[in-house]
């Protein structure tokens, strides 16, 4: 047996958004998700629904009809477009879910107004740029976005835009509108043969670049997570930023707006283009610094810009960027084809269907992603560790306070094959909800913990064997607090139980040092007694007078007539005058009531 250690600060973060692990991450689709009800909300909201009523979701910008049917069927649906701020943050607190697409900032404001009831914030469209991420991720509001349906259409506006700027479409269209016919001044410059960069090879640069490829260009590209073989299998060689820069005919954006790629484009990164260079935006607008593309445009650096985004939206009227005669612009179109509005509706409407539901959404962007074959295997297990953790919670003395919590994962499976943030997240979930007003779900449960200032380090042994099952048991310790149950005290001092799945069910099989072996389900008094006959009748006859029904006893001894301790699970809570009783037999040295 080997034991291996994670590092202790494992307060990973669960905001995957952007970040380059999530685009690692295999992308899952709409169908894998898994039900998850254990996350299902204990609604600590002064709006909550009415138990049983159905959900409302405010859909803030024009949805796809399809999208609106799905969410019809299962929500009442309050369509309430072009809202103000303030009335956004009004009608939050009656909603459950809100969808918006780019045009709707959901603030943290939005997050605080909603008074705990917001659960699913659906971005109808792929960048999240408007929702504040670590708010939403503070309140426990899982945020999903359609990350797949307008891929193409956002890489044809791309492709529509280098074509139009290259031929000035734009601008002779306005001139002969006006009565002009000049053809020589809208000669323009071909793309055949041209070097394209394409800054940010994900979907929608890889699709453009597969494109631009059909039109005969040489195309390059620059994003620091892309898997080189990827591009090598449409021709594409990654390079530099730099090389990008300065051997491009042809720029084209499409990473994400993030504070590192925030005005990427700017009067240093101008310097290095060659002249001459001809910039495509339909990323966000805010990856460049706009009024150096302005000196740029006018420097002749950049001799063309075709942009469908903008730092401000709509911008301003007499923004100098939009009404240089050098640049085309398209008012954020990139994803409005009827195609991709239908898609992301149907996308997003299923995703936060799902989300309401409780199911762990596959486009979550503040949660982890956890593929759908490792959730069905884990899912007793997530059972387990909430019990475990609301188990072990309880058997804190009173004013001890938890703050050093070892979670100890017992697998035949290489540490690599087995994801425990879904355990430690329920188990985060177990210890703090009996003891707070929280609620702890997969997205804030590492947040609350750190919050609470609980540490909670997880550890492996690695068991020989064969790795059939994902876990044999989860042990978890709670370190330098005193126990209302001495007994659950082990030999080095912390407060520790341990479980195991048997046949589906979740059991307490050790507590303290002593074996036991008990179904997790629900109640349970633990006692220390010395072993002697009859002590299971005399308890049990207690609680039948009650008429509390008991499912279960275990006795886990360390000897025969030494110290015993004796798991019961009841169906009931007896009274306080019934454990009171029980605390009077003579035998019991101590016992404690447990709430599963
Ligand atoms: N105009 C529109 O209507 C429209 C439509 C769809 C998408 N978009 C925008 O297009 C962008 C890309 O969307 P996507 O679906 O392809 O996302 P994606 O996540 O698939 O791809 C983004 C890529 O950018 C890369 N990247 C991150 N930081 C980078 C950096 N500093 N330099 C270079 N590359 C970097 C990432 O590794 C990733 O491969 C997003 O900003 C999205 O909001 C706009
Ligand atoms: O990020 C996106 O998906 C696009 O920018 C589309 O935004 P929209 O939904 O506001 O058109």
């Known amino acids: 047996m080997a034991t291996t250690t994670t590092p202790t600060s494992r307060f990973l973060s669960v905001t995957a958004a952007a970040s380059p692990s999530r685009r690692r991450l295999p992308l899952l689709s709409p169908s894998l998700r898994l039900p998850l009800r254990q996350f299902r909300r204990i609604s600590v909201s002064a709006h909550a629904a009415p138990l049983g009523a159905k959900p409302t979701v405010l859909v803030a910008e024009k949805l796809g009809e399809a999208g609106l049917e799905l969410l019809k069927g299962f929500a009442n649906v309050d369509c309430s477009y072009n809202l103000t701020q303030e009335e956004l943050c009004t009608k939050i607190s009656l909603c459950d879910a809100l969808i918006v697409r780019s045009g709707t900032k959901v603030s943290r404001e939005v997050f605080e107004s909603s008074a705990g009831r917001l659960r699913v914030v659906g971005r109808a469209g ?33 492709i529509a835009l ?57 195309v390059i590209a620059h994003d620091p997570y892309a898997a080189a073989d990827r591009a090598r299998a449409i021709g594409v060689d990654l390079v530099t930023f730099d090389e990008a820069l300065s051997t491009a005919d042809f720029i084209s954006l499409h990473m994400p707006l993030t504070a590192s790629t925030a005005k990427i484009l700017n009067d240093e990164t101008f310097a290095k283009m060659k002249k001459g260079v001809r910039i495509v935006n339909v990323a966000r607008g805010g990856v460049i610094d706009e009024e150096a593309l302005v000196r740029a445009l006018d420097s002749g650096i950049v ?8 730092t401000e939206e709509p911008p301003p009227a007499d923004s100098k960027l939009v009404l240089h005669e050098n640049v085309t612009v398209t008012p954020h179109l990139g994803a409005s084809t ?29 949660a982890p992603m956890v593929p759908a074959e490792v959730l069905s295997e884990l899912a007793p297990f997530v059972i387990l560790a909430e019990k475990l953790g609301r188990l072990v919670v309880q058997l804190v003395a009173g004013g001890s306070g938890v703050k050093s919590v070892k979670v100890t994962y017992a697998s035949a499976r290489a540490p690599d094959d087995l994801d425990t943030r879904l355990l430690r997240a329920m188990i985060t979930k177990g210890l703090i909800e009996p003891i707070s007003s929280a609620f702890v779900n997969l997205v804030n449960a590492d947040f609350i913990a750190k919050q609470r200032g609980v540490r909670i380090t997880e550890e492996r042994i690695l068991l020989d064997g064969s790795p059939e099952s994902p876990l044999e048991y989860i042990q978890v310790q709670i370190a330098n607090v005193e126990s209302k149950f001495a007994s659950a005290i082990s030999e080095t001092g912390e407060i520790s139980v341990e479980g195991r799945i048997k046949d589906g069910i979740p059991h307490l099989t050790k507590v303290g040092s002593f074996q036991v072996d008990v179904s997790m389900e629900g109640s349970l008094i633990l006692c220390r007694q010395v072993d002697q006959p009859g002590m299971i009748g005399t308890v049990g006859s207690i609680l039948g007078e009650q008429n509390i029904n008991v499912s279960f006893m275990s006795v886990g001894r360390i000897a025969p007539r030494k110290q015993a301790v004796m798991a019961i699970g009841v169906d009931e809570e007896p009274c306080k005058e019934s454990l009171k009783k029980i605390g009077e037999i003579p035998a019991i040295d101590e016992f404690v009531f447990l709430k599963l």
């Open 338 to 366: 009827a195609e991709a509005q239908e898609g992301v509706a149907v996308e997003i409407a299923e995703a936060v269907v799902g989300a309401l539901k409780g199911e762990l959404a596959a486009t979550a962007v503040n």
């Open 126 to 158: 792929v960048g999240i740029d408007n929702v504040d991420l670590a708010a939403a991720t503070e309140h426990g509001c899982i945020v999903v976005n359609a990350p797949t349906a307008n891929t193409v259409a956002a890489a044809e506006h791309g």
């Open 303 to 310: 001799a063309q810009a075709a942009l469908d985004v903008f």
């Open 162 to 218: 280098l074509a139009a700027m290259a031929r000035n479409i734009a601008q002779a269209d306005a001139s002969l509108k006006v009565g002009k016919w000049l053809r020589s001044k809208y000669v323009g410059v071909s793309l055949v043969g041209k070097t394209l960069a394409v800054l940010g090879f994900g979907k929608v640069g890889s699709e453009v670049a597969r494109r631009a490829k059909g039109l005969g260009m040489h």
